[in-house]
């Protein structure tokens, strides 16, 4: 059975950094950045622990003792994203494999989406330089949710607009925190173990891989046809 013959489609959500561009050395930069600018510290575990949630729920729980306003908070978080898009658009490290995996699921009839933390302007920089949007039937970013990962939030809307059940969705994710979002919102979850996570912090999704290249069409909908198989493996 393939995608066009199943009764009604699946969905796959992608989470955007990590995944999509391996965006890892950029935003870790761009928060060093930030922060000789504001005389702000953080480490490169900080970064890691925290990466998947908004940057202004980053802010807020690392800097909480500056009890910066929300005015502030705005201020900061939109600085940081400039300086982000700044070294995206002088160097887009796009995932090795990802513009194949988006045009084989579109064109197996699967329907697309991203579900992002991260803020509009971001998300339409990577879909620019990857050159895939209208392979995008929706994308959620952090404009459009009021809670981050772990929260489902983010995935749930993006099953709404794709007008699927999450049932019938998957989450294609690099981020723990992600892994948990997705599996709290009922979906079956591939984790990316891209540049900053290991394989170990991953296990909680169904499917671990290593590279995108290894996912393709088929591999998706056997995970989705054998929801109630424990199929958590590593390929």
Not at 70 to 79: E, G, M, P, V, Y
Request: glycine share 8%.
């Amino acid at each position: 059975m393939t995608a066009l013959d199943r009764p009604g489609p699946y969905g796959v959500i992608f989470d955007m950094d990590g995944v999509l561009v391996d965006s890892y050395r950029a935003h870790f930069e761009s928060w060093l950045m930030l922060c000789r600018e504001q005389g702000l510290q953080m480490t490169e575990a900080d970064f890691v622990a925290t990466f998947g949630r908004t940057s202004r729920e980053v802010i807020r729980h690392l800097w909480s003792d500056r009890a910066f306003d929300d005015s502030a908070i705005a201020a900061l978080d939109d600085r940081k994203e400039a300086l982000f898009r700044e070294l995206l658009r002088h160097d887009f490290p796009a995932m090795a494999g990802a513009v194949a995996l988006i045009d084989g699921l579109h064109d197996a009839g699967f329907r697309l989406a991203i579900g992002s933390s991260a803020p509009r302007e971001n998300v339409e920089v990577v879909l620019e330089q990857l050159a895939r949007r209208d392979a995008f039937r929706a994308a959620v970013t952090g404009d459009d949710v009021t809670r981050g990962k772990p929260d489902p939030q983010v995935f749930l809307l993006g099953a709404e607009r794709l007008g699927l059940p999450p049932t019938r969705c998957l989450v294609i994710e690099d981020a723990p925190l992600g892994v948990t979002a997705a599996r709290a919102a009922g979906m079956r979850c591939v984790g990316v173990a891209s540049t900053g996570r290991s394989v170990e912090s991953l296990a909680e999704a169904d499917l671990i891989v290593r590279r995108l290249d290894q996912l393709d069409a088929a591999v998706i909908e056997r995970l989705m046809d054998n929801r109630n198989a424990e199929l958590t493996r590593v390929l």
